[in-house]
Structures are given as structure tokens and as C-alpha cells.
């Protein structure tokens, strides 16, 4: 199919295209270039994307659903991508293979999505902008990304996003202490699930103690719920609401949107830097240079000034 | 203090020489060509380096501070690289900082260092391999690299160790499950910590089906510790030696280690690459790119290559 014909049906919102668009995203096609400049113009932009993240077993997933069938409740038009780190190696999934999203899986209102982020310098950085055009094209109002995460992904989640929820339980050991640092500085909303259970009111009093250290204009407010019963859904949309009224009025929405095109710039061109070193004189060179730095017959950046000389 | 000085000391092992140098290889200091084109003949890849990563609440300093034990037993030099990235905003802290590792604290023959992964595009890959011709440097045998990780941290420190360690521990919920895909890639030993909890043997199962469903030459053992009393240690140092041994016979070491190079030397270069566009031309050519691709005025493509031209 031609890529017109295919960005059309994606407008028209029909999964299949908008599924096919994505895996070109993900597979690096050749094309996508051609169909960027194509969905330029599309609704740039139109969609609030919030980010979800937090360790495994916290219950993302079912939150994540929680969060849909609340937007649908307000007729939104929703899109999920599911990146998931945790899977460096494997391909992309279908569209709507998540099992716990069943619920949604028939409503054309609903596009899901997993991507995996590949195990590489800048791959969730490069893909995840692109997806999210697609989804913005296909009329998406509300895009949520989930992702597992203590770490980088964390730290990229939050520079997509316009609002990022770092997802807690009770009971998850030493994780919010491990996670501390990370998850203060990124969150706008802390969401803690499974509030029906032991320690619910312990993480809630110490997460309360820890944001009382820190300084920053937005304080993050903390939400409990039980996802699974989607007990706290209205909640969690109304401090998603009072963040976003907090981005738009200080300016900081526009900052952040500005931020995140100047990323996908810099990680576009840093791919197709990438892309030179292994093609445009092959990879053998790389090969020569690391063979003489392993000897200890070059330095490391000299190595590297060579390899720079070499693709010119 | 000069930096010919500095390595100077940090060669003779004294450990606030080896801090300094890797507090310079954090920030990034303007000397590190210097210091590198210096140490690049130094014992090079004498050491054995060994990752160690798994969930938050698994056990991985514990499990650290028992490896170090039992390979100073050896009368090994022991490196310890705690890499945190669930602290990209914080800056580097000091040698022998971490509580759990107080034992080690007065051994002259044990370095340790918490290194903060700064939360940008190449930050471990870039950092993680200079502190480790520091530490190379100053005589150590053994380096662990401990960090947090589901996701993109597990890939990095697979691909800077010669051996992986994967940590996991009973009752940790669905992680097993949500991390399958990328631990059961990266994994050369599996580590089930908590061995005497409830559950201990239910994940060596769940962990040993998993395992066989994929062909691998090596097939990753699973050693069961109670990493606080110090039970199972040397089981895993047994587990690392015949990995070793593996690595060696096979041709693998030496792969790993030119891959190794090749990553380092790539970072480098596009570290190089990446300064230039915050300073050669100043930030303001790329806002303003930015600024066109919200305005939907440019696609991402167009103005990465725009940027690249800037370059030149």
C-alpha cells in the first residue's frame, strides 16, 4: 500500500493503518521520513500525553486501563503505548495484543500499542515522538505511555510526556528509598494503587515526608486507588486536570513541548550519525579502532577524533 | 594537583587519587583526554568485570558486599562501581559511601564509588568504561558494576560486563514475568537472594522453565544465597569462575570486549557530536528548529538535517 493511502486510512482512524504506521516507526523504515513530512501539519500537538511508570507489580497495566475507560467516560479518543524496556530484544507487538486490555480491545475509539524500546543509545528517545504523531494524526485526545521503569525510562518517560505519574504500592520493599532521587524530580502526580491493602497509609505518610524536602512550584499531589476495581479513577483524572490548568498557565507546558521537539531533533540527527559510522565506510574501521584501543596502542578519544575524520 | 600526580597515586592505590579521577570522569572534566591517553597502556582489561543488577528490594547491595568478601578471601583487588540510575539528578558521592558496604570501608585492597548515571543519551556507556581504566589503573582484579535495573540499565551493563549477574528474590510479584523477555537475554548467572523466604523455590522453577525455553550455548546457572549471612557465596563465585572459563575457551571474551571498545569509542564520538550542537552554534539554531516543528512548519527529518549542516 502506498504510504498516502495508508497516513489517509490512519486519519480516518482505521487500527490497521495506524498499526502499520507505528511498526514502520519502530522498524525504521526507509520511508519515514516521507511520511513525517506528510503528518507535519496533522493536528500538531492536539493530544496531552501522560506519561505512567513505576516498578513491576505495582499494577500499571490495570491502571493504565482504569485511565482509558476514565477519558472514554469523558469521550475522549485515546491512545496507549505500552514501551516496554523490559524486552530490549523482541519486536513490536500487535495492536491489542495487552492482555489485561481486553476491556478496550473492540472500541474504535481505543488504539493500544506496545513498542519495545530497543536496547540502544536513543531508541525510545527516536521512536516514541514519531509514534506519537501517528496517534495524534489518528485523532488521539489523550495518549498515555506506559513504561516499567526505575531508571533511564523513567527519566525519558518524563521528558515526553506533559504529565508523568510514577505508579507506588505498599509493600514493594526498599523501592521507593532506591527509587528516590529519580522518582521526586520527575513526578507530577503520584498515584499509590492497591490502597486496600496493609501499608497503604505508611507509603502515603512516607512519600508525604520525603516531597515535604524538596522545593519545586508544582507540588505533586498523591493519589491513592484500587485499579483492579477502578476505585480512584475520577481522582487521579481530576489531579491530572489541575496539572495540566497548572502547565498552561505557567508557561511550563510550552517549555516542555519545546524541550521535547529540540530532543527529537538532536536524536534524529544523532541516528543518522550513528547510521554513518556503521555504513558509509563499513564497519570494519570501527573494528580497527577498537582493536588498537583494546591494545592500548590509541586512546579512546583519539579513537574517536579518527572516527569522526572517517565519516567526515 | 596535577594530573600526571593524580595517576600517580591512584597507580600506588591510594583511594581519594581513584576518587578524584572518577569524580573527573563524572563531570566530564576538559582533562579526561589527557588522563586517558595517560592510563592507556595501564594493566589494560586485566580486570574481570562483573554486573550485577536485578529489582529494586532483591538484595544487590547485600549481595555486593558478600561478592567482595569472598574475592577478597581470593586476595583479589576489588572494584565496586554502583552505578545508580535511579538518581540522574544527583552528582557523584564519595568513596565508601554507601552504609551497607561499611566493612569494606577500612580494606585499602577495595574500592568502592557510587556513580550518579546522568539522565541523558549515552551516560553510562560514555562514563562507566573511563572509571573502569581508573579503577583498572589502580590494580584491581575484580570490578563489580551494581546497578538498579529493569530496562535499559540491564542492557547497558550487559554490554560493559564480561559476566551478568542477574539478581532476583522470592515474592517480588509479576517482575519475574514483566522482565522475562530482557533477563533471560542478558543473564549469564541467575542469583535467586531471600533463598530462605517462602516462595524461594517457586521462583528457581518459574526461572528454570523459563530458561528452558531457550537455546542458548551458555546455559546461565542459578545459584540460591542468602546474601545477609553470607550463604551461597561461593556457589556464585563457582558460577563465575566456569562462565569465565567459558568466555575464554569460546572466543567470547575477547568479542565481548572489541564490542565493548567499539561502544566506547561510538559515545565518545557522539558525545563529541552532541557538544557541538549546544555550543558551536549555540542553543539558539536549535529552539528555533524546535520552534518550526511545533509550529508544524518543519518535520523532524528537515531539521535534523538543517542542524547537522549547522555543524558542518
Known amino acids: 500500500m502506498e504510504v498516502s493511502d495508508l497516513i489517509a486510512r490512519a486519519r480516518d482512524g482505521q487500527p490497521r493503518a495506524v498499526a502499520r504506521l507505528i511498526s514502520m516507526v519502530e522498524n525504521g523504515s526507509p520511508r519515514l521520513r516521507e511520511i513525517m513530512a506528510e503528518l507535519r ?8 500525553i501522560i506519561g505512567l511508570t513505576g516498578s513491576p507489580g505495582v499494577g500499571k497495566s490495570t491502571s493504565t486501563g482504569m485511565l ?25 507487538a500487535l495492536l491489542g495484543d495487552r492482555v489485561r486490555m481486553q476491556d478496550h480491545a473492540c472500541d474504535p475509539e481505543v488504539f493500544i500499542r ?39 525510562a523513567e ?42 491493602r496493609d501499608g497503604a497509609q505508611a507509603t502515603i505518610r512516607e512519600l508525604r515526608n520525603m516531597l515535604a524536602l524538596v522545593e519545586r512550584v508544582w507540588r505533586p499531589p498523591i493519589v491513592p486507588t484500587v485499579a483492579y476495581r477502578g476505585e480512584g479513577a475520577e481522582d487521579v483524572v481530576n489531579a ?21 521537539a529540540r530532543d527529537e531533533i538532536e536524536a534524529i540527527a544523532l541516528a543518522a550519525l550513528r ?10 574501521r570501527l573494528d580497527v579502532l577498537a582493536d588498537r584501543v583494546l591494545d592500548g596502542d590509541l586512546d579512546p578519544y583519539t579513537a574517536a577524533d579518527e572516527l569522526m575524520e572517517a565519516i567526515g
Open 41 to 48: 501539519t496533522d493536528r500538531p500537538h492536539r493530544a496531552r
Open 68 to 92: 482509558v475507560q476514565a477519558f472514554r467516560k469523558r469521550d475522549k479518543k485515546v491512545g496507549v503505548l505500552a514501551v516496554d524496556p523490559s524486552s530490549p530484544f523482541t519486536g513490536g
Open 114 to 152: 506496545s513498542m519495545a524500546s530497543r536496547g540502544h543509545l536513543g531508541g525510545l528517545s527516536w521512536a516514541t515522538p514519531q509514534a506519537l504523531r501517528v496517534l495524534e494524526a489518528a485523532g488521539c485526545e489523550v495518549i498515555l505511555i506506559e513504561t516499567v521503569g526505575v531508571g533511564q
Open 155 to 196: 527519566v525519558d518517560i518524563a521528558s515526553l510526556a506533559d504529565t508523568t505519574v510514577v505508579l507506588l504500592a505498599p509493600g514493594m520493599g526498599d523501592g521507593i528509598q532506591a527509587a528516590k532521587a529519580g522518582i521526586l524530580e520527575i513526578a507530577d502526580v503520584f498515584v499509590v494503587n492497591k490502597a486496600d
Open 240 to 260: 491530572l486536570d489541575e496539572h495540566l490548568a497548572y502547565l498552561e498557565e505557567s508557561g511550563e507546558l510550552a517549555r516542555r513541548r519545546q524541550v521535547r
Open 275 to 284: 547510521s554513518r559510522f556503521a555504513h558509509l565506510h563499513g564497519d570494519r
